[in-house]
């Protein structure tokens, strides 16, 4: 159909070239123009369902250039390197004894490669042996840079490609990962948990029989114990009793090892640590005598000494042992004075202490308590930090981190000690000298400070009155009316005289009494 | 364990109520490990997403899980989650624009 409808084209044109001007040549030009626009319309149409020809064998022979890309690429598609063979539209045409199947195209693929190939390189194939056909001069010369066949490199397929999941290794590798986290997580926060319930049955009893609010987040309206822990962190739980007598509240933080975090959880096999328990009373002012008093591990004690304010201050000497009082060699002693230490140590407390030695992190006993040691930009704080009378125990978990539930009834004779040292300690009076020295001591202490802070201070004063010259000249400055600028300007410079006389007075003074 | 006296040492009148001790006053003794891998974990993702980088994106998945491990529980919760829906959408935005597998560094 389609030669035929080219045929009658080119007869067409032939006619019309041949027949030259002339109104019958008009008129059958005219007659004959959509005609010849009909069936050009055809092989235009028809070209596109390139499937539906039935004579396939025919296409190679012939020589129209919309077949001329099938018909060269017969000669040079398969040796091109990594060009996969013609899609399957452009395939029947390579194949032609092949095309016993009507319709549908058989691709022959080569090894290695899938159906889907480059169509970029296709194009350029088309375009080029295009224009080897319109071009006759440059087909011999694009023939020269092809006959060569370049050996056939097989690319592998790009790994995104490929059906297996293997290839995904490192992310399956990280999914797990998280897993892990997450499972160490839900773990971790379990076993927290019933270590603290497990503390805090153990406990109930002992507590609730000495305080009258046991268990309080702070938010209630009314003051009703809550009888449960509250809970900070997955790791921290506190406690806050209240209500009895020789002390204002206890609060006391169960600090565990943070077993929910993986990363600690690997950190921890290599420095092992242990769950601790502290324990912070604090006192009313008529609860304790003035002293500041501690005992625990040496290394303990090291730190408190450097870190905590009132401890750096007031004892001033090394951690002591504690031998005298018959306590381990584990154990080491800071104390203010040793009165203190005779009074604090009677023979019960130091019962307590040499049987649960292992437990025992740190006791501290303090009436100046503040907390670690400030350090402010400025360099120094300019007020004595806030004082508190305070004990504090810091104990530790047996187990070392492997704690079960069961571990925490052996911190139980602890909080008794606890409890005896309250009263103990509203008990506990420094005689008539020891009180004289803590005096001393305490004086000595904050006259240093002043000293410290004596410069700051001074500054401080001098950027004040700085401030306030300034302020008072802007105020003149701002007086609209010149009369009342005038007298604030007099006044100003009056009351400056007044000072410049005083200072002088005291340097001729401070002169005559060195003198 | 019970003292000499058989008194009863609960005062219900004395009862003070509980103050949670407050952190510009001790700011040292602040864990800040939830802070640092919340910071951590949104510069990865912003890496991952910006320069299309596979391992940052993961990299910040775990910041984030680690730092909502670590969070104290009066802690923002919108702050977590937002952190940990940034970080997998770094994970899903990296993989979206290159589905390939990720290289091992070695």
Known sequence: MRIFGDCLRADIVTRIQQEGSGSTMRHLSILLLPLFLLLLAFPVSGGRYNDDFDDGEDLADFDDNDFAEFEDMSDDAVPEAGTAPPPARGSPSLRPDEDEDENEATVELEDGQDGFDDSDAQDQDIYSKYDQEEFEGIGDMEKTGHPMKDPLIIHTVPAHLQNSWESYYMEILMVTGLLAYIMNYIIGKNKNSRLAQSWFNSHRELLESNFALVGDDGTSKDAVSTGKLNQENEHIYNLWCSGRVCCEGMLIQLKFLKRQDLLNVLARMMRPTCDQVQIKVTLNDEDMDTFVFAVGTKKAMGRLQKELQDLSEFCGDKPKSGAKFGLPD???????????????????????????????????????????????????????????KTL???????????????????????????????????????????????????????????????????????????????????????????????????????????KIEKKQMKMKQIKVKAM | MSSNNMADPRRQNKILRYKPPTTETNPTLEDPTPDYMNLLGMI??????????KWCAWIAVYC???????????EDTKQMMSSFMLSISAVVMSYLQNPQPMSPPW
């Open chain 1, 330 to 388: 584990s154990l080491a002693i800071l104390t203010e004075m040793g009165e203190v230490t005779d009074g604090v140590m009677d023979n019960k407390m130091v019962h307590y202490i040499t049987n649960h030695a292992d437990k025992i992190e740190s006791i501290h006993f303090s009436d100046q308590f503040s907390g670690p040691k400030v350090m402010q930009e400025e360099g120094q704080p300019l007020k004595l930090p806030e004082t508190k």
């Open chain 1, 392 to 498: 504090l125990f810091t104990f530790n978990v047996p187990g070392m981190g492997n704690t079960s539930p069961k571990d925490m009834d052996a911190l139980l004779p602890l909080m008794n000690m606890v409890i005896y040292s309250i009263d103990k300690v509203k008990k506990l009076r420094l005689n008539r000298e020891g009180k004289m020295k803590a005096d001393r001591n305490r004086a000595r202490v904050e006259e240093n400070f002043l000293k410290q802070t004596h410069a700051q201070r001074q500054e401080a004063a001098q950027t004040r009155r700085e401030e306030k010259k300034r302020a008072e000249k802007e105020r003149i400055m701002n007086e609209e009316d010149p009369e009342r600028q005038r007298r604030l300007e007099e006044a100003a410079q009056r009351r400056e005289q007044k």
């Open chain 2, 44 to 53: 990865f993702s912003m890496c991952g997403l910006m320069l299309k980088l």
């Open chain 2, 64 to 74: 984030s899980f680690i730092s909502f491990a670590n969070s104290r529980s009066s």
